[in-house]
């Protein structure tokens, strides 16, 4: 398997501008998640999805940001209008299912900044 | 809530032992990892322990949990420069999916 993938990987845009952020769980995965890495904030847990529902999103920052899985291949999240506070490293993850340890797959993530 | 502190920086010679030391609030916490990000990638699991366990030993890893004063470290014996990158500690409840990470340790390993 190729491992969770993104895209893009990096993506420069500009205030008020429409960004969507893609991302491809492993095949068989079941739990998805979004999360945002800044110097300050560290790894902040957006929101995740169990079987394409979303079961938690108190992360995500407002209403700017929105957040999509319309099958357990795909999903999408995405900010409208992005901000310069915005900028951040975007990291998708899934997790087998299952009980145990549910080591999370982290994608390569995404670099965004908006001028 | 759940809340999981770490230092943020660590320096340590090429062939020495690093430790690197986090706190978590939960004490429903069932399992207990330590993730590494190597710069420019996403993070990878390194190992975990089961919150029934005070010991976890991996080659040149060793994982010591006190689960009295909720408090995991991370001994990294013979430190190489390979081992330079940013360690999370991190905590999940038996059952839960979602997982609470650190702010993570930046390892820097002087030749």
């Known amino acids: 398997d190729a491992g969770v993938i993104q895209s893009p990987r990096h993506e420069v845009t500009e205030m008020g501008q429409e960004v969507t952020l893609r991302c491809k769980p492993i095949?068989?995965?079941?739990?998805l998640f979004w999360y945002r890495q800044t110097m300050m904030r560290g790894l902040e847990l957006l929101i995740y999805f169990n079987n394409n529902v979303p079961i938690d999103d108190s992360g995500m920052p407002e209403d700017r940001f929105s957040a999509k899985m319309p099958n357990a291949s795909f999903s999408t999240l995405k900010i409208q209008p992005s901000e310069p506070r915005d900028s951040a490293v975007y990291f998708c993850a899934s997790i087998f299912p299952g009980p145990g340890n549910n080591e999370q797959f982290f994608g390569p993530g995404t670099r965004l900044t908006v001028l | 809530g759940e809340d999981v502190e770490q230092s943020l920086f660590l320096s340590v010679r090429e062939g020495d032992s690093s430790v690197i030391n986090c706190t978590y609030t939960d004490s429903s916490s069932t399992y207990l990892y330590w993730y590494k990000q190597e710069p420019g990638a996403g993070l990878q699991l390194l190992t975990y322990?089961?919150?029934?366990?005070d010991m976890k030993q991996d080659q040149r890893l060793t994982v010591l949990l006190n689960k009295k004063d909720k408090h995991l470290s991370l001994r990294i014996a013979d430190t190489q420069t390979g081992d330079s990158a940013i360690y999370f500690c991190a905590e999940k409840r038996g059952g839960y999916q979602k997982v609470t990470f650190g702010i993570g340790t930046k390892l820097q390993v002087i030749p």
């Open positions: 095949s068989g995965h079941n739990s």
């Open positions: 322990i089961f919150s029934n366990m």
